[in-house]
């Protein structure tokens, strides 16, 4: 189900370790394409069921896909539409709620480092929150 504070966490860390990958000013993917267009990009993050299932013509496997489906899925792309630079990670209020302290301040400060924004989501306004801020992968 992806809803322990252990997975809600990781998936958090991992968002921020990709916009490492990505912003990091020394060898970022966007540093390498500084003479072309840098990437803006959004990661969206939520928690609770979906489904993965396999669909298309079952006798060729060339013509089968994954797709995931569920509301978890639909509020994380709602999300990240959101999302852009230099905020370009964003969480639900339900991830929020329950992350960890260490991914809630800045390296265990008293500074936090999301800022709540409202979205509409079937036709509902919510809450989510977004950040700047990056891990190292290094």
Not at 44 to 56: A, L, N, Q
Not at 71 to 97: F, H, L, M, Q, W
Not at 114 to 121: G, H, I, L, Y
Request: net charge neutral; proline share 1%; charged share 25%.
């Amino acid at each position: 189900e992806g809803k322990t504070n252990k997975s809600i966490n990781l998936a958090v860390r991992s968002a921020m370790e990709i916009k490492y990958i990505i912003d990091d000013d020394k060898k970022g993917i966007n540093n390498l394409l500084k003479k072309y267009s840098k990437i803006d990009y959004g990661i969206g993050v939520d928690c609770g069921r979906i489904m993965c299932t396999k669909i298309g013509l079952g006798r060729n496997q060339n013509h089968q896909d994954l797709i995931w489906i569920g509301k978890a899925i639909n509020r994380s792309t709602v999300i990240s539409d959101n999302c852009n630079n230099p905020n370009n990670i964003g969480i639900s209020k339900n991830v929020y709620e329950n992350l960890d302290s260490l991914y809630l301040n800045d390296n265990g400060n008293e500074k936090y480092i999301w800022t709540p924004s409202e979205m509409v989501f079937c036709d509902k306004d919510e809450y989510y929150y977004t950040t700047e801020y990056s891990y190292s992968i290094y």
